[in-house]
């Protein structure tokens, strides 16, 4: 199927080991393979089945241009565009407070590369951040098995700062060992991430 951008761009995934978006591959937890975003998708089904808080995915909005049907049971899409640029994977409402975050993933063991997020991402934060809203990233570097709360005003200074002639373009993994918020897996839910929240407000 051939997905495009609102500017008419063809839509490539990209395959290198620090994709933007989170990738499919399987992260093996508790005897279970799960994909972050599984993982992130079923602690917020136990926050909200247990009135915590109530965050959801955001759906991509996608406008369907060319289908093909073989068989009535069965229609392909062929070709589609994506109406809008994406902003962050999820939002919601915890603690009477707007949340909004996005989950990403590299295979880097010393540095997690700024490339993973774009700029309509980072200038949505800071407008959520303007209007007293909770934002950061869930940042996973898989080949260490470490996961980490990164408050959006640390993205954002160092996102600011790679503009700059000899601006890094990554973030090191120390700066995560010590501003960031380490995340452990639990059984329910499978990922206590506001608990690394309630540190950050």
Not at 60 to 89: G, H, M
């Amino acid at each position: 199927m051939t997905i495009h951008y609102p500017n008419g761009v063809k839509f490539q995934p990209q395959s290198d080991n620090h994709s933007g978006h989170v990738k499919p591959s399987l992260i093996k937890h508790g005897g279970r393979g799960m994909t972050l975003e599984q993982e992130i998708n079923e602690s917020n089904q136990y926050y909200l089945s247990h009135d915590i808080a109530v965050i959801h995915k955001k759906p991509t909005p996608v406008q369907i241009v060319k289908v093909d049907y073989p068989k009535r049971s069965a229609a392909v899409i062929r070709e589609a565009y994506f109406r809008q640029a994406s902003t962050t994977d999820y939002n919601g409402v915890y603690r009477g407070r707007y949340i909004d975050f996005d989950a990403k993933e590299t295979k880097e063991t010393t540095r997690f590369p700024l490339d993973n997020f774009h700029q309509h991402q980072v200038e949505h934060m800071r407008s959520c951040l303007k209007q007293g809203g909770i934002c950061f990233g869930l940042i996973k570097f898989v080949t260490l098995d470490q996961l980490y709360l990164l408050k959006a005003t640390d993205l954002i200074t160092y996102w600011d700062a790679q503009e700059q002639a000899k601006g890094r373009k990554s973030i090191p993994l120390a700066v995560f060992e010590s501003r960031a918020v380490p995340i452990k897996y639990s059984l329910n839910p499978t990922i206590a991430y506001l608990d690394a929240v309630d540190q950050i407000i």
